[in-house]
């Protein structure tokens, strides 16, 4: 069974009274493990398409399964809780709540499950450690570098065991170094078994996933198994996945 | 409890956003401030009168009959001779009175040797010590005796024995009022001042007959004080003195009274009265000010959140309901508020406090005020706050992280 389901999923926004078709008619599946990269020009649809994988919004046309329930026109309480269980995102920009310390931002999706579990301290701290930042556990964003930050954003994305990592161009504000830093820690929690989805314009980062999905103009073009997955990490990157 | 944690968030919010903290409090501070001090000063200017009422030596079954029409202390008509001997002797013969009281008033200047000073002369009659329950330190009252015989004995309040006597002890001595020399025969006891600053001691008192002949030259009365066997039955007894004085006055049934009454009542209700048109206005610029105070909790809590739209974002991607937002803001308002509401009572006691200790105006700090700012501040936040959590909660998680 598949973990994500997309069945002609169509996405259309209003904006100055015209309407502007995203996303036509993609259809797409995610088996659990699997690690995804979708790559495209600016303007394809992938961050729509992350959004509606995501259950930040609902599609415009088209069903969505994920993990066996259907995201329809279910209530924003059902869509709270489905994000808050079954999804961790990581963004370009952090978005770390300022002022707050590392591990107070990594518990922050506890607050809003139903029952914040007693070992909350330790599950926060234990994330942080598998992101290599067991001694930043009280510095706010401000004292943390940026690939500092973007760990802490995974580790709080990973807080509630989700089913699926959303990462939204995870590397686009960081540095070569501080990027090929956080691609191995996807890399690893992938092998630990994590579906991760990353979305990305950058070919060598995509290259980091077993399966290569190329969107444009609001529709896949392509969807490729990548030969060189696992060495990649090694490797050099290989160009034109096509 | 998931609204216990939405509650912590908002502290942290309002900690965390200290600037904007403080605008929105500033409001609210003036606004509890200034409540604050009007209480106070209410409740102030209320302890003065009591005080006051109190100076005036009535008990709860006791009245005064004033000579002139008027209100209180505020004769309408120039003649006070409208108050007689006579009607006295009627109201004395009542059931239901126990005492009455006669005075004649007469502000007069008090000498001995070189020393001088101005005081109030009443005649009385002896009961008067007995209605006032006044002790004397010094020397004796005068008596039906002294009455009878209009002798001319006094006896001094201490403010008028301290500044023609210092240090002498004044029994015995003659002093003059007016052209007439009194022997002082007595002493009362100092009662000192009151809060209000009103004097009781700056009294002297003669017998009534010595007043009539020797001070006033006639026979009319300033007042009488009337005590009624029971409290209970003051008001009938004043119902009754009325009849009496109507008929003996030869008043038409459309006459006004051509006498007044001065009860605790009557003063306290005068004194409610001529305060509540103040009050009124005070109370108003307060609610201005607090709904100034709760507008500008609106309006930067919605600029605030435009500031926070991304936080906003983050929460809503990681599994807040709209609900969980509109309760953190909500709190986030009440907070502040409540903090407002906090200071601005701290404040305004601290102006209560300094009204009183420099003399500027009678206040008394009672607990009122701190249950109608907790009270005040919490509406004011919810009401005001409940448009912008709102609008917060309203934000799609998708737009807000763009």
Redesign the interface.
Known sequence: MSLIELRSIGKTYQSAGLDVEVLKNVSLRIKEGEYVSIIGPSGAGKSTLM?IM?C??LPSQGIYILDGEEVGQVS??EL??I???KIG?V?QAF??????TAIDNVM??L???DK?PKDAKQRAQAVLEKVMLGHRLTHTPGQLSGGEQQRVTIA?SLI?NPKILLADEPTGNLDSKNGVEIMKTFDRLNQEGTTIILITHDQEVALHAQRILTIKDGQIESDQWNENFQKSQAGPARSGVE | M?IF??LR?AL?GVA?NKANTFLMTLGIIVGIGSLTVIVAIGEGTKAKVLDRISSLGFGPDSFSVYAGSGRLFFARSGATTSLSLQDVDDIRALPTVRLVIPRQRKRSRVIYKKEFTATRVYGVTPEWQIARDWDMTDGAFFTDQDMERKRRVIVLGSTPAKKLFGDQDPIGKMVRVGDVFFQVIGLLEEKGLTESGYDPDDRSLIPLTTSISRLTHQTYLHSAKVMALDPSLVEKTMEDVRLILRENHNLSPLADDDFRYITPEGIMQWVTESSQALNRMLVLISTVSLLVGGIVIMNILLVSIRERV??I????????????ITQQFLFESIFVAILGGILGTAIGLAVAIIFQRFDILPTKITWEPFALAFAFSTVIGLVFGIQPARKAAML???ES?R
Do not use: K, W
């Open positions: 959004t995501g930040l919004g924003d309480r709270s809780r994000r808050n269980e995102f963004f978005h770390l709540l300022p002022g707050v922050m999706p607050l809003y499950s914040v709080r509630n | 998931r944690r939405n968030q942290r965390l991304r936080e974002g983050i929460r809503r991607c990681f599994g807040a309901r709209r609900s969980d799609s998680p998708e992280l």
